[in-house]
């Protein structure tokens, strides 16, 4: 079936460091990819979104590709902020199902 | 925005007990789920909800039981609660299958500790 993986946290980066989490997908068919942040305490929130391959996502200064060529959905920010602390999930979503398939999280943590 | 809202934040409950955990959404969505979140092993489907009345199992539905009477809320019931469902529950809602691109919408979490 289908699965998401992404990189072990945590990651521990300084304020106005460059930030990648990878996250790779093993769907079949094309799914819609998504990244989803949940900050301490709160349920997730929907942070970007791709819906077809070579799309790129953006918010907050977060962008992410669509790659097909290498099932990929890597995250990326070019200068994180203590603020951007939280964990992120990689998911995917196949047409025509119900449900989406969520990657196990990547802990973040900036410090100051 | 749409709302999904959990009635509990923090709940303590006793092993054995009959523990209902309730999610209401505001928007009219026609899908419905429940997750519980644990370190180490992200998020996990226990049930489904597609439409009134409907359910589907997900993942890790033992123990679990779940009720739809009315679209816009979707209750989870632990049965007999254990210890080892001590656990952070999210409730998430979405619209109808083929409209995935729009993204689930959660609840802020249950934080369920059973002792």
């Known amino acids: 079936g289908n699965s998401v993986t992404q990189m072990e946290g945590p990651v521990t980066l300084s304020e106005e460091a460059f930030l990648t989490i990878n996250c790779t997908y093993t769907a079949t068919g094309y799914p819609s990819l998504f990244w989803y942040v949940q900050y301490p305490g709160e349920g997730l929130q929907l942070l970007l979104k791709a819906t077809k391959a070579d799309d790129k996502g953006s918010n907050k200064g977060f962008e992410a590709t669509y790659r097909k060529e290498t099932t990929s959905f890597h995250l990326e920010k070019g200068s994180v902020q203590v603020s951007d602390s939280a964990v992120y999930f990689c998911a995917d979503f196949t047409s025509g199902t119900y449900k989406y398939i969520f990657g196990t999280g990547t802990r973040l943590k900036v410090l100051a | 925005d749409v709302k999904v809202t959990q009635s509990s934040r923090y709940l303590v409950k006793r092993t054995g007990e009959k523990v209902f955990l309730e999610c209401v959404q505001d928007m009219d969505h026609e899908n419905m789920f429940w997750y519980r979140q644990d370190p180490g092993l992200g998020l996990r489907l226990i049930y489904f909800s597609y439409d009134v009345k409907m359910k589907e199992k997900g993942d890790i539905p033992e123990g679990y039981s779940v009720s739809r009477e009315k679209k816009e809320r979707f209750s989870l019931i632990l049965e007999s609660a254990s210890t080892n469902q001590t656990s952070m529950y999210l409730c998430?809602?979405?619209?109808?299958?083929?409209?995935?691109?729009?993204?689930?919408?959660f609840g802020s979490g249950t934080r369920l500790t059973v002792v």
């Open positions: 998430a809602s979405s619209l109808r299958a083929g409209t995935g691109g729009a993204g689930y919408t």
